[in-house]
Every structure is written in structure tokens, then in C-alpha cells.
């Protein structure tokens, strides 16, 4: 039977729920389990496709085309495994489903309310995943934090679920804050005592609770915690700030934290973890033998987590170049014709970001055209792609109004357009190409060289396309196109010919990176910025 684990947050957000659930699941699966992460989300907006960034970080595409949570993202690079539609579910998809059926009288004529019908529709759609029979344990984040009046439906959802799973085949695990006043010199519990009294009003008792603290829990304040919240002592575990997010594994199984967990579920815990590679990556990480700087140019570099999958795909190209990777992020809008020497001085590799809508376009076209004229390594991701195309439509192939359908609907050189089929769609989501789709590379290029292979496969989130018209004009002046979708011809790849490293995809690379294995594209675009150092 598989067995549930749920992961609730209290007295703060942004406390790292999907790092304590992924890291957990690393540790099983290092045990030999089969395991699979998904994320619950109380907010009332079908999937992230429409947030802004700033909202919500990154949207995450998962192979199956379902535009979703970052922390999905976190799953995929620890566990290596891919997620998909059924991993994460908002409020929003709940209730369009309950109000569907109950249009369909699927309810026979009965009064739809959030118990049972909510609820019902939130526990079906926790154990799909169970059912599939791929998995041992299903580890459930809720996002948000207990206490929220959005969260509640789902916490009653838990409390129902547990009852109905019956003795040790589930558990909860409570990621709270445990805080340090300077001014008293002290750890203070009383906030957790607070959050794991609410969870106990809704009935659900936590099993284990994990500490967010900046210092370490001495045995008295564990010895507190566990009696004021109806804990085992060893189940009270210190979640102290690390140095990186791929040390808290480690960490988790320095507290037992897994051992803990399968005890409860009485599961084996007799296979010691084998986190051998795991551990090689971060020794890498940690002991880099050289530097280099790499300028993200964007549009919503205020906010990290807008990127936060390029990130990691760079810490982990890091890694494998034992290279420590600075990124400096620069904001689009500021990049002129007069300043962009100045802007990028000093910077050894310039990936030009994806991101929707006009704002910051000219200034990803001049960094573009000094990184191609100065011979800098320069890798596109998406809109960086099709920036990279206008901007060699204007500056070399002399068509001046070159442009994206999306940001000039009247040039006379759409260069990046929409494909025939797309032009009548009216609801924003519908005319994207989400999730994965084939690449087939052509042989002797750039791009072979760095997959090593003909076909591949990349995730998608984008509406328009390389306009194939002005292919052959691209072709002649030196920019190829060296991968294509083979179903329609549509270009996935373009590189320069007589460039160190000119590459850009109109997929996102950065989704299919992880720890276990490193996207080629990153690693090769980290090593060519190392050698574009050395070479100065």
C-alpha cells in the first residue's frame, strides 16, 4: 500500500517546504524507494501561466505540458525524476472541477458545498498519484501557511484523509520557525507553539516537526517543543541555514529525518542512503578550482526566483566545469547603444533571458549585437532566441524593421511569427507550445557537438515561432539553424558559424537540468565563458 507523508508550514512563508520535501524524497529514494513529490496550492488562479513573476517566481513546465509551481522544479533536480500535470494542483483547478460536475448534475441536484465536495474532489486528487501504483510514498506539500483562511480546506482534507488511510500509512511533518532575538540572546518556540496549537485545532496532529532556526536547538528547547506540541523528542528536527539548498539533504539525514519517518510509516530503514554521487556534486560545488562571470540580461532580474531553473542550471554546470558561475543579473531596460560596453565589461559569457512582451527588447538587442560582434559566448533561452534572430535580421541581413509578430504587429519582416493555425485562438493560453517536443540535429554543428546526438527532446512555453520564409537569407549570411522540430519544420535551434559559442534555443533547457545530470547546454556554455577567460 503506498503511504502518505504531508508537509505543512507554519508562522511564515518562504520558509522552504519544497526543499525540506524534496530533500526528504532524495533520502528515500536513496534508500530505495520509490517516491514522487506533489504540490497542493491554495490560491484560486487555475495554474501559474497568467502570474507575473514577480508573483510567484518561475513558472515551471513539466514534460506533459502543465504549467506549474517552481518548487516542481525542486523535485525534478533533486530527485531526477519527471513531474507532471497530476504533481501540482491549485484551488482554482478544484473548484473549476466541482463546478463542472455540478453543471453536468453530477451531484443530483444536491447542495455542492466545500464538505464534502471540496474536500472529496482535494483527497481524490492527493491519492491519483497513490493509485498509479508507480510509487511507495507520496510526499504532499501544502503551500501556504496554516492558519490562512485558503489553506483551510485543504487541512481539513488531510485531517478526512488520515482518518480514512488508517494507522501508519501517513504522517505529517510541520515546517515551522523557531527565531533568535538578539536583544534576549534567545531561541523563542512560543511562535511554533502557537502555529502547531492551530493545526490542532483543525485536528490534525503533526508527527514530526521540522525547525527553521539561524542557530543551533539545544536539547532543552527541543525537550520543549516536543511537550508543548505532542512530539517525540526525536522527532524534533533542527533545519539550520546552509550554504546551498543541495546541502539540506545531508543535512536531513544528519537528523535522522528519514529514519524518523519510516519508523512511523513502519517501513524498512534498514538500506543505509546511497548518496555517493550526490555527495561527489557537492564536493565539486564546494571546492571550484576557477570562476567565471556570466550576465543574465532580463526583464525581471528584481526577483531571483523569476529565474530560478537558470539558476540552478548553472550551479550545476558549475559543478561539472568545477567552476564557481557569478551571475550578474542586468536589467534589460537598462542596456543602451552608449552603455552596453560598459554594462557587460568584464563579463566572460551573456545569456540573454526568456520572458514575455516588449519591455527590455532593445536592450537584449544591443547586448546581443556587442556579444556577437565581440565574440563572447552568448547562449539565448526562448524570447533570447528570437532576439537573437531580429537582431541579425536588422544588423546584418539589413532588414531594418525586422521584428516579433508579438511586439510589431504591422512590420513588413515578421521574423518571429505565429504559424497560421495559431492566428484565430483568443484565449492566452491556447495558442502556446507547452512541453516537450523532438529536436532533431543536424549533423557538424555546434549543437551536435554538445548533445553528442541527432535527437533530442526539450520543454517548451512559447507562442511564437522562427519564420521559416527568411530561412535560406539566414543561412547564407552565417546563421544556421541547427536543430528542428521534426513534425513541422519548426526551427528549435539557430548558432553562428563563425562564432566561439553563439547557440540559442527557442525551448527552456533550464528545465531539464539536474544534479544527476547536468544540461549539456549549460555545461558547454560555462566551459566556452572559462575559456573566453583564460583566452583575455
Known amino acids: ?63 506533459d505540458g502543465a504549467e506549474t509551481d517552481l518548487d516542481l522544479g525542486h523535485y525534478e533536480r533533486f530527485l531526477n525524476v519527471p513531474t507532471s500535470q497530476a504533481n501540482n494542483v491549485t484551488t482554482g483547478r478544484i473548484y473549476q472541477h466541482v463546478i463542472q460536475q455540478e453543471r453536468e448534475g453530477a451531484y443530483l441536484g444536491k447542495t455542492v458545498q466545500v464538505i464534502p465536495h471540496i474536500t472529496d474532489e482535494i483527497k481524490r486528487r492527493m491519492q491519483l498519484l497513490g493509485e498509479s501504483g508507480k510509487y511507495d510514498i507520496i510526499i504532499t506539500e501544502l503551500g501556504g501557511t496554516v492558519g490562512d483562511i485558503e489553506s483551510l480546506p485543504f487541512v481539513e482534507a488531510v485531517r478526512q484523509l488520515r482518518w480514512e488511510l488508517g494507522a501508519n500509512n501517513s504522517l505529517v511533518i510541520h515546517l515551522t520557525l523557531v527565531p533568535y532575538l538578539a536583544a534576549a540572546g534567545e531561541l523563542k518556540t512560543k511562535p511554533t507553539q502557537h502555529s502547531v496549537k492551530t493545526l490542532l485545532e483543525y485536528g490534525v496532529q503533526p508527527d514530526i516537526l521540522v525547525c527553521r532556526t539561524e542557530h543551533k ?56 542512503p546511497d548518496l555517493e554521487n550526490w555527495k561527489n556534486f557537492l564536493g565539486k560545488l564546494k571546492n571550484p578550482t576557477s570562476e567565471v562571470s556570466i550576465a543574465l540580461v532580463g526583464k525581471y532580474v528584481e526577483l531571483p526566483d523569476a529565474y530560478k531553473s537558470i539558476i540552478e542550471g548553472f550551479i550545476h554546470a558549475g559543478a561539472t566545469n568545477e567552476c564557481k558561475v557569478k551571475v550578474s543579473y542586468i536589467a534589460a531596460e537598462s542596456v543602451t547603444k552608449e552603455n552596453v560596453t560598459e554594462k557587460l565589461k568584464g563579463m566572460d559569457g551573456v545569456l540573454v533571458a526568456p520572458g514575455f512582451g516588449e519591455r527590455g527588447l532593445d536592450g537584449k538587442l544591443n547586448a546581443i549585437q556587442y556579444v556577437r560582434e565581440n565574440n563572447i559566448p552568448f547562449f539565448g533561452i526562448c524570447l533570447g532566441m528570437q532576439c537573437s534572430v531580429i537582431e541579425f535580421g536588422r544588423n546584418v541581413l539589413g532588414l531594418k524593421d525586422a521584428n516579433s509578430f508579438e511586439m510589431d504587429a504591422n512590420t513588413s519582416n515578421p521574423v518571429i511569427n505565429l504559424m497560421e493555425e495559431q492566428k484565430n485562438i483568443t484565449n492566452m493560453g491556447g495558442t502556446m507550445r507547452l512541453g516537450a517536443y523532438d529536436c532533431e540535429i543536424k549533423k557538424g554543428t555546434k549543437a551536435f557537438a554538445i548533445y553528442g546526438k541527432t535527437k533530442i527532446s526539450e520543454r517548451h512555453r512559447h507562442r511564437y515561432e522562427f519564420n521559416n520564409d527568411y530561412l535560406k537569407q539566414y543561412e547564407a549570411a552565417g546563421m544556421i539553424a541547427s536543430g528542428f522540430n521534426p513534425e513541422t519544420g519548426l526551427v528549435e535551434i539557430v548558432e553562428l558559424k563563425n562564432h566561439p559559442f553563439f547557440v540559442a534555443g527557442q525551448f527552456h533547457p533550464e528545465l531539464k537540468s539536474t544534479v544527476a545530470n547536468p544540461h549539456p547546454l549549460f555545461v558547454s556554455f560555462v566551459a566556452a565563458a572559462l575559456a573566453n577567460k583564460k583566452s583575455k
Open 1 to 63: 500500500m503506498t503511504k502518505y507523508i504531508f508537509v505543512t508550514g507554519g508562522v511564515t512563508s518562504s520558509l522552504g517546504k519544497g526543499i525540506i520535501a524534496a530533500s526528504l524524497a532524495k533520502l528515500l529514494q536513496a534508500r530505495g524507494y520509490k517516491v514522487t513529490i506533489q504540490k497542493f496550492d491554495p490560491y484560486i488562479n487555475i495554474d501559474p501561466g497568467t502570474l507575473n513573476p514577480y508573483e510567484h517566481g518561475e513558472c515551471y513546465v513539466t514534460e
Open 217 to 272: 536547538l539545544s536539547q532543552e528547547i527541543r525537550k520543549k517543543l516536543a511537550q508543548f506540541c505532542n512530539v517525540n523528542i526525536n522527532a524534533v528536527v533542527e533545519s539550520i541555514d546552509a550554504s546551498t539548498i543541495y546541502d539540506v539533504p545531508l543535512l536531513m539525514l544528519k537528523e535522522n529525518l528519514d529514519k524518523t519517518a519510516l519508523t512511523k510509516l513502519k517501513l524498512s530503514n534498514k538500506n543505509e
